[in-house]
């Protein structure tokens, strides 16, 4: 049994009554495994309700966009002394503070579809992700000035930091109905539920105050649940026909990143770049096919047509990159531009994905951040509260061809706005730590290209709320 022993924490006090600050390597340890237990409890198949797309019945799921709110759109860029991005583990190497990061989200919206609506509220976690310094280093240089007796220095810092986090990687969630005509009256209901989740262990080495470079690897794991349900009616009764399937998914996530900062006269500009990629994936299916029938209002099972499993059967999916640039004017305002793309049309089908195919996923987003710092200034005693707002649009892997009609792309386009609310604790050193509470509302619309009306319409509000929870949180204070 792992055993955790917190000491007390007492202080103590010498000649030169300074504070100094050490890493506490109980509590941290703490909080990664209550991160871990999260990922056993909170992120089951019952523990998610995202999203109740159509879409999202190919697949994996619906992929998650999971990121942190203070990033803003910026995901290969945003870093600082508490932000990073989970979508370049680079933007780690700028961390300064131990930092603990939790959202969560509901979701309202509408599905429509051949004159149909449907309306659908759900919720869930975000992510949860504790980051921490495990290196730092200064490189001072000294200059002087004889003449005037002046000192100057300069510092380059060189640290390697990590981060542990765990979110969804795809949700799945779906009710929708197909009736036939042809060759008799006949109707097939399809319903999933359930996701893919992963637990990441990122790293970044700062390599002087220019470079970052960054590596993650990740646990994947999920279970995805597709019921179909086929019935007919006869001169007597009612007859089903019910397919079950569950598939157990785990397999390894890995990216790489690298992160670029440099400054021309009041402007501050980063470059950032990321590729994600997949490994050791496989799947065991659970498939039960059975007939039916009703009796009263109850359904029982009354012959098995089809009892079969498939043990750990390797898949893969596709190779992702991200590239972002980011420019920042003084401490006021940044602008960023960011692009993704996934190569769909290249990955192999998946066994239990009906051997679909699919095209590339691209993305193209631009935002805007007012007040961008992440921790108060020098010489100032409140800090502004940051606003965020900006816009993407993504041609998603989704393609459906009809011979009458031609082709039709799903397009996704998503609009957001957020603040961040402050909590500043400053020490008699003047020391200043930050937390915030974070709020963002989306709007997200999916669509067919060109209009559709047999293909489904969604639009959703997201509604999320994030705490970042500053070092003073995870320190053993003491004065020596």
Known sequence: MLSLKFNSIKPTVSRNNHRSISLNPQLILFVALSIFTTAAKAQTTTGQNQTLSPYSNF????????????IAGANQTRSGAYSYSLANPATLGN???TTLDMGA????GTLSANNQSKTFNGGGISYVSLAFRTWNYYKRKVTRDSLNKIKTYKSTRFATNSALTLKPLSGMGYQYAINNTSPFPSKTTHSGSGGVNLL???????LGNTLSIGYSAGWVFGTLIDQSLFYIPDSTNFRYVEDYRTVQVRGMQQKAGILLNFKTDTLYHSIGASVQWFNSLNGSQDRLVRSMYLAGSYLNPEDTILKSSIYKQSFTLPLAFGLGYSVRYKQKLTLNVDYKKQLWSSNSSIFFDANRTYVDRSEAGISLII???DSRSS????????????ASNANTQYQFSSSATGIYNINEQRAFIGIGIPFVRRYFDNTALVSMVNLQIDYLKRSPKPINNSLATEQYLNFTIAVQLGDVWFQRRKFD
């Open 59 to 70: 697949g994996i799921g619906e992929w998650s966009s999971a990121n942190f709110l203070q």
């Open 95 to 97: 961390l300064y503070y």
């Open 105 to 108: 989200r509901a979701n309202t």
């Open 200 to 206: 990441e262990s990122s790293h970044a080495l700062r």
């Open 371 to 373: 007040n961008p710092m």
């Open 379 to 390: 010489g100032k005693k409140k800090m502004p509260w940051p606003i965020r707002l900006g």
